[in-house]
């Protein structure tokens, strides 16, 4: 499994965009990119998944360079709200496990 | 629709104590684990299943059993329980698509402390 390396904390002030870059570079062909949020005492909730360019949905966007050795997850103005911490994770298609690093713990500032 | 439903929520154990935590899911989901999340770390991965009457080993297996006798339901068990077992334990369940699995979601937990 290809290994992900990601900031271990960022602060950022409300209102502001938020962009947290996952390092991947022994990604394989078949493997995709998916982003978690985990708020405290709760469990990881699904945020976003792609496999290459540019994805975006309701809640954040994902820019995933041509080489996918990297990928960038993006939070539009984000609130106190969007405080939790924030997983990269590398997994290969048809692979049914999910393998969890340490993340990213994001704290919003008023 | 209730989703991922762990019992109980929160449990003291004495050491050498056993224990078994249920996870239910009701959206006909294949795919179900167990996840264990110490302090300050990621999760990691005990046991999952692939379907019912299937079970297999993810990556900190010891101490643990599992078994998924239904479907919809994802036993967790403790024979004897250690300090070091001393957890926050999240179950998962997910769909089983034509390019693998999909759709992951998590319970809220369940709070274990073995004195």
């Known amino acids: 499994l290809a290994k992900t390396t990601q900031p271990i904390s960022m602060d950022s002030y409300e209102g502001q965009e938020v962009n947290i870059t996952c390092s991947h570079n022994?990604?394989?062909?078949?493997?995709?990119i998916t982003w978690y949020q985990q708020f405290p005492s709760q469990g990881p909730r699904f945020i976003i998944q792609g496999y290459k360019t540019k994805v975006t949905n309701e809640v954040a966007s994902l820019f995933i360079p041509a080489d996918r050795k990297s990928s960038t997850l993006s939070l539009p103005r984000v609130s106190l709200s969007d405080t939790a911490v924030y997983y990269c994770l590398v997994v290969p298609f048809g692979n049914e496990k999910l393998t969890f690093g340490t993340g990213t713990r994001l704290t919003i500032i008023p | 629709n209730a989703g991922v439903t762990q019992t109980p929520k929160f449990r003291v154990l004495k050491t050498g104590q056993s224990m078994t935590l249920l996870c239910a899911q009701d959206?006909?989901?294949?795919?179900m684990y167990w996840y264990r999340q110490d302090p300050g770390m990621g999760l990691r991965l005990i046991h999952y299943s692939v379907g019912e009457g299937t079970t297999a080993k993810g990556e900190v297996p010891d101490g643990y059993n599992v078994s998924r006798l239904k479907k919809q339901n994802f036993l967790l068990g403790l024979e004897s329980a250690a300090p070091s077992q001393t957890s926050v334990y999240f179950c998962?369940?997910?769909?089983?698509?034509?390019?693998?699995?999909?759709?992951?979601?998590f319970g809220s937990g369940t709070r274990l402390t073995v004195v």
């Open positions: 022994n990604i394989a062909t078949n493997d995709y």
């Open positions: 959206m006909n989901h294949e795919y």
């Open positions: 998962a369940s997910c769909a089983a698509g034509a390019s693998g699995p999909y759709g992951y979601t």
